[in-house]
């Protein structure tokens, strides 16, 4: 896969005037576009987010962007291990450190194999099913729960990892090959001084995925937060289209999240 083609359309119902924060934009694209159907000043900030203000309506945001093959994410840094070491609001490692070493402590210092063997339980106990969690869903509800969509996938390989002590965090991400099409999460884990890339639905090849942010968690990866007003997002659509064929993906090899 040399590029990927991927976007998405927002329509938002504003009832009253508002500020909103976009994270949408592909971290490393190669060309892009970003336009709205309301004739608002659109301000890039800090982290390939968008700043706008908007009146009361309907307000239609679309992105297109094609993403090329980029070069694998920086080393981890000691910023890195200390940020993706600690539990956070929808992963509290803390809480599941005796579960977590009661079942991945074997591993010793074979953090690999931790890993994997983290994500491999959590891919064999969760159900994929939609309505079961909500925006305070942590990864002790889901672990309760045993069921929950990308982001409480994300969330428990997270946590997990850092209750093994193994500095983990999560990606939002364009994922092509995704059915049903949406944007996906998914986990990263530091192993031997590298960052690699984990998804424990096993809904899309690791090698295809298209990074949007990363953060500690889904709080930090929100493709909206609004900061001022009123509104609701009642459509969304999503692009994601790789280049050429699917790679197959065993879910158990090493990969890192490119581009």
């Known amino acids: 896969m040399d590029a990927a083609l991927v976007g998405c ?33 659109v301000r890039e900030i800090p982290g ?11 307000l239609t945001v679309t992105y297109e962007a094609t993403v090329p093959l980029g070069d694998p994410p920086p080393p981890v840094s000691d910023v890195d291990r200390i940020l993706a070491g600690r539990p956070s609001r929808y992963c509290p490692s803390d809480r599941l450190g005796g579960f977590a070493l009661s079942r991945f402590g074997g591993f010793g210092d074979d953090t690999a194999a931790t890993v994997r063997a983290i994500t491999d339980w959590v891919f064999g106990h969760l159900a994929y099913q939609g309505g079961v969690s909500g925006p305070t869903t ?85 493709l909206a937060t609004t900061l001022s007003g009123m509104l609701t997002l009642p459509r969304t659509e999503i692009l994601a289209v790789a280049a050429g064929d699917l790679p197959f993906d065993d879910h158990h090899e090493l990969v890192q999240l490119r581009g």
Do not use: N
């Open 138 to 222: 942590d990864a002790v509800d889901t672990l309760l729960a045993g069921a929950g969509v990308c982001r409480d996938y994300a969330h428990l390989v997270v946590t997990l990892c850092r209750a093994c002590d193994i500095p983990a965090r999560v990606a939002a991400v364009y994922a092509p090959g995704l059915s049903p099409m949406d944007f996906h999460l998914v986990a990263e884990a530091a192993i031997d001084g590298r960052w690699t890339v984990w998804d424990a639905t096993r809904l899309a090849p690791r090698q295809t995925l298209m990074r949007i942010v990363t953060g500690r968690d889904a709080a930090d990866t929100a």
């Open 48 to 58: 390939r987010q968008h700043l706008v203000r908007v009146p009361k309506g309907i």
């Open 9 to 41: 359309t927002l329509e938002f119902d504003v009832t009253e005037p508002a500020e909103i924060a976009l994270q949408i934009a592909a971290a490393s694209p190669a060309t892009e576009k970003l336009t709205l159907s309301a004739d608002v000043p």
